[in-house]
């Protein structure tokens, strides 16, 4: 497993998806944090916090993090290296681990070279370095809660399609449904006293809890069981491949 991860992560690197990613995303968030007078400049905003870029970053990642999954298993299946692979003495749980850990280092690299924004806002702090560290770590950590989910909701979208664009958009329209969409859903007067509880289905409440600083349990639970479902999903895909397989052969055999 520790190869294919290598492999993956290099494949990243030796191609422009990976440092693409890695400068859009930093692009983005420099242009609308410290040059676009706009609300989420932190010269015009007036405080010592990075508030702004955890506000900004989980949609910059909507876009980014489908970019990033949308060859893993797409791209196997539409050059048919994906039979090699799966012939490989490695689990179908194994491959998929490889695949989001390799997607989920990415993020994290994506993430290091904002610490020089906290550097800044922390000098900048009148006083110096009066500014919230509990909510910034917090919300770091929530980033990487989040952004995984993304990852994982990627891969089982690129395990259903061959097609890396459609594995783009649908891998974008699911996340964007399960960091917002329930948001828009509980404010429907539908459901009545169930709404806090359509609430708490999104990934949005329990990043917002994160960002305040308190990492609650329930909310590292909540990721951690979202992550499982998507991977569970996309193994259960995988096998059906496999059995599919194993169905034509046994026609095959039986037409003989």
């Given at each position: 497993?520790?190869?294919?991860?290598?492999?993956?992560?290099?494949?990243?690197?030796?191609?422009?998806?990976?440092?693409?990613?890695?400068?859009?995303?930093?692009?983005?968030?420099?242009?609308?944090?410290?040059?676009?007078?706009?609300?989420?400049?932190?010269?015009?905003?007036?405080?010592?916090?990075?508030?702004?870029?955890?506000?900004?970053?989980?949609?910059?990642?909507?876009?980014?993090?489908?970019?990033?999954?949308?060859?893993?298993?797409?791209?196997?299946?539409?050059?048919?290296?994906?039979?090699?692979?799966?012939?490989?003495?490695?689990?179908?749980?194994?491959?998929?681990?490889?695949?989001?850990?390799?997607?989920?280092?990415?993020?994290?690299?994506?993430?290091?070279?904002?610490?020089?924004?906290?550097?800044?806002?922390?000098?900048?702090?009148?006083?110096?370095?009066?500014?919230?560290?509990?909510?910034?770590?917090?919300?770091?950590?929530?980033?990487?809660?989040?952004?995984?989910?993304?990852?994982?909701?990627?891969?089982?979208?690129?395990?259903?399609?061959?097609?890396?664009?459609?594995?783009?958009?649908?891998?974008?329209?699911?996340?964007?449904?399960?960091?917002?969409?329930?948001?828009?859903?509980?404010?429907?007067?539908?459901?009545?006293?169930?709404?806090?509880?359509?609430?708490?289905?999104?990934?949005?409440?329990?990043?917002?809890?994160?960002?305040?600083?308190?990492?609650?349990?329930?909310?590292?639970?909540?990721?951690?069981?979202?992550?499982?479902?998507?991977?569970?999903?996309?193994?259960i895909v995988l096998e059906s491949r496999k059995w599919e397989k194993q169905e034509r052969v046994i026609k095959k055999t039986a037409g003989?």
């Amino acid at each position: 497993m520790l190869t294919l991860f290598r492999k993956e992560i290099f494949s990243f690197l030796n191609s422009l998806i990976g440092y693409l990613a890695i400068i859009v995303f930093l692009l983005v968030n420099g242009l609308f944090l410290w040059v676009f007078p706009l609300g989420f400049n932190i010269v015009d905003y007036g405080y010592a916090t990075l508030d702004n870029l955890f506000l900004l970053s989980p949609f910059v990642f909507l876009f980014l993090v489908p970019a990033i999954t949308m060859r893993s298993f797409a791209d196997e299946k539409r050059s048919g290296t994906i039979e090699m692979l799966l012939t490989k003495p490695l689990t179908d749980m194994q491959i998929i681990t490889a695949k989001f850990l390799a997607g989920v280092a990415l993020v994290f690299f994506s993430l290091l070279p904002t610490l020089v924004y906290a550097f800044s806002v922390y000098q900048l702090g009148l006083p110096k370095g009066n500014m919230d560290f509990g909510g910034m770590w917090g919300s770091y950590i929530g980033l990487l809660f989040l952004s995984s989910a993304f990852v994982a909701i990627g891969l089982f979208v690129s395990s259903i399609t061959e097609n890396q664009i459609v594995a783009f958009i649908l891998a974008l329209m699911l996340s964007g449904f399960a960091y917002t969409g329930f948001d828009f859903v509980s404010e429907l007067s539908l459901f009545g006293k169930a709404d806090l509880f359509i609430m708490s289905l999104g990934i949005q409440a329990h990043y917002t809890s994160m960002s305040r600083g308190v990492i609650d349990t329930r909310d590292v639970l909540y990721f951690l069981s979202l992550i499982g479902i998507f991977i569970l999903l996309t193994k259960i895909v995988l096998e059906s491949r496999k059995w599919e397989k194993q169905e034509r052969v046994i026609k095959k055999t039986a037409g003989k």
